[in-house]
C-alpha cells in the first residue's frame, strides 16, 4: 500500500524551547534536500506575529547548526503563524483557514500532553483531522495508567496508524547501528543467548547535572526521563529476536514480544540516587526525593535469555558523558592457560555516544616462552562523516507516513509495565557525590566479580587503568 505524504506541517508550540532547539534546524535541512515543499504552519498563545516567528527561526537556526541562506529563504516562504490561545474553538478555525487546500497535514503536538486533549479535539471540530497524522512528543504519560489515558484520548480522534509518538533516540545513527549489527551478521546468533552470554550492561552517563531544568526534573527524575523510553528501547533492540521481515509492523510486533517477556521490576532490582546540590537548582524542591541516578537489574522471560540479567545505569553528574553497551561472554568451559577466568572473558563493547563504535574484546598470547595471553580489542570505528540529525529523520519519516521509528501503543504500555511496580513504590533515594559512579549501594547490584564497566577504561581489568579519551558527540 502506497503512503500519501503529508500536504502541510502544522506544529504547535512554535515558540517554544523544543521547536527552538530541534524542529527549526530539522525544517531547513530537510527544505536543503528538497524534502519539505509544503506549507510550514507555526501556532502559537505568545502574542507573536509572522516576522517575529520568522526572526525565531533565523535565531535558533544561527544557534543550533548556522543558517543555510538558500534554504532559510525557502523555508520563511513556507512558513505561516496562526495566534491563539488552545482552548479557544477559533484558534482551530483559522488554523483550517491557513491550511487552504491541504487534506493530508501533519500535526506536530510540541505541548505539554496535558493540552492533547484540547487539541486535537479543537483540531476535529475544525475538519483538521479526517486524513491527518499527528506527533506527539515524550513522556507519554507518567505511569501505564496515565499512558493508557494519553493513548485512549488520542484514538478519540485519530487511528493508532496515524498517531508518532517521536522518540528522538530511535532517531539516532547509532541506535539505529544496533538493529543493524544484530541482523546483518550471521556470526552473533549462535552465542547471543544464556548459554554464551553472561551478562548486558547499559550504561548512559551524563557528566553535568540539570542545567537550569530543575522543574522539569522534579516532574520526571531519571527513570522516566531516559529509561523508561531510552534504554528500554536499546535493550530490546539487543535482546529481540529476528523480525520477519524489515517492515515497521514486524520490527514492531519483535519489539512487543520482547517488552511484553521483560519481568517488571521488584524493590531488589532498582537503587536509586541523588547528586549532592540538586536540592539547591532552582525549581528543586528543598526536600525533593527525585532521583538523578538510577541503576537496575531487568530479567526477560524468554528461552534466549533466561538467567541472563540486563543492568541498566543511567545518570547526571556522572564522571563522564557516554553511553555504551557491553555483552560479556561466559568464560571458556574448561581452563587451559591457568590466567584465564571469568574476570577476563571475552565481551563485545556498543558505543553509542558520544562516538560511534564496534569492538570485541579478546586474548592473545604475549610475545615469548610462556603461554600466557594479554587482553586485545579489535574495534571498528564509525567515520565522522554527518548524518542526519534525529528529529531532521523522523520528521521526514512522519511526513511520509513511515511508522518504523515510532512506537506503537501496545509497546509504550508495556514499556510502563516493567517500570510500574518501582513508580507506586518507589525506592529510597541516596546521595552520591558529583564526579561519582552514584551511590555506593549501586555497586553491589552487579553479580560476580567484574562490577559495572566503567566506560571510560578499557574492559578487560587490569589491562589499562588509563582512561580512553572520548570523543566529542556529533551534534
Request: with cysteine; hydrophobic share 45%; proline share 7%.
Amino acid at each position: 500500500m502506497t503512503m500519501l505524504g503529508s500536504d502541510a506541517f502544522v506544529f504547535f508550540g512554535a515558540t517554544g524551547d523544543l521547536a527552538y532547539k530541534q524542529i527549526f534546524p530539522a525544517l531547513q535541512a530537510l527544505v536543503r534536500r528538497g524534502e519539505l515543499t509544503i506549507p510550514v504552519i507555526g501556532v502559537a498563545r505568545a502574542g507573536w506575529d509572522l516576522e517575529k516567528l520568522r526572526e525565531r527561526a533565523r535565531d535558533s537556526l544561527a544557534k543550533h547548526g548556522g543558517v543555510d541562506a538558500a534554504a532559510f529563504a525557502k523555508l520563511i516562504e513556507q512558513l505561516r503563524y496562526v495566534e491563539g490561545d488552545y482552548a479557544d474553538p477559533s484558534t482551530y478555525t483559522r488554523i483550517r483557514a491557513a491550511l487552504g487546500g491541504a487534506s493530508r497535514p501533519l500535526h506536530y503536538l510540541a505541548i505539554p500532553p496535558s493540552m492533547f486533549a484540547t487539541v486535537v479535539h479543537g483540531l476535529a471540530s475544525a475538519g483538521c483531522t479526517s486524513a491527518a497524522r499527528v506527533v506527539v512528543e515524550k513522556p507519554f504519560g507518567r505511569d501505564l495508567a496515565s499512558a493508557r489515558a494519553l493513548d485512549a484520548t488520542l484514538h478519540e480522534v485519530f487511528a493508532e496508524s496515524a498517531i508518532f509518538r517521536i522518540d528522538h533516540y530511535l532517531g539516532k545513527e547509532a541506535v539505529q547501528n544496533l538493529l543493524y549489527f544484530r541482523f546483518a551478521n550471521s556470526f552473533l546468533d549462535p552465542i547471543w543467548n544464556h548459554q554464551y552470554i553472561d551478562n548486558v550492561q547499559v550504561t548512559m552517563a551524563e557528566n553535568f547535572g540539570v542545567e537550569g531544568r530543575g522543574a522539569f526534573y522534579e516532574e520526571v527524575g531519571t527513570l522516566r526521563d531516559v529509561v523508561q523510553n531510552h534504554l528500554l528501547q536499546v535493550i530490546a533492540l539487543l535482546a529481540m529476536d529476528a523480525p520477519l521481515s524489515n517492515d515497521a509492523d514486524s520490527m514492531r510486533a519483535e519489539k512487543l514480544r520482547l517488552f511484553r517477556a521483560m519481568r517488571p521490576l521488584a524493590p531488589a532490582d532498582i537503587v536509586r540516587g541523588q547528586f549532592a546540590g540538586y536540592r539547591e537548582e532552582k525549581g528543586v524542591s528543598p526536600t525533593s526525593e527525585v532521583e538523578t541516578f538510577v541503576a537496575l537489574k531487568l530479567h526477560i522471560d524468554t528461552w534466549r535469555w533466561a538467567g541472563v540479567p540486563f543492568y541498566v545505569r543511567a545518570g547526571k553528574c556522572l564522571p563522564v558523558t557516554a553511553t555504551e553497551v557491553v555483552v560479556r561472554l561466559k568464560a571458556p568451559p574448561l581452563r587451559v592457560f591457568d590466567e584465564l577466568s571469568p574476570e577476563n572473558s571475552n565481551y563485545f563493547r556498543l558505543r553509542l555516544s558520544p562516538e560511534v563504535l564496534l569492538s570485541l574484546g579478546a586474548r592473545v598470547k604475549k610475545s615469548g616462552e610462556a603461554m600466557v595471553g594479554e587482553p586485545a580489542e579489535l574495534i571498528a570505528r564509525h567515520s565522522p562523516r554527518r548524518d542526519r540529525a534525529p528529529y531532521e529523520r523522523l520528521l521526514h519519516d512522519a511526513l511520509r507516513g513511515d511508522p518504523s521509528l515510532f512506537t506503537r501503543d501496545d509497546c509504550v504500555e508495556a514499556a510502563w509495565r516493567v517500570i510500574d511496580p518501582v513508580l507506586t513504590a518507589p525506592a529510597p533515594v541516596s546521595g552520591y557525590a558529583p564526579g561519582s559512579w552514584g551511590p555506593a549501594v549501586a555497586a553491589g547490584l552487579v553479580a560476580g566479580p567484574r562490577g559495572w564497566h566503567d566506560p571510560t577504561v578499557d574492559c578487560w581489568p587490569g589491562a589499562d587503568a588509563t582512561p580512553r579519551p572520548l570523543a566529542k558527540e556529533q551534534k
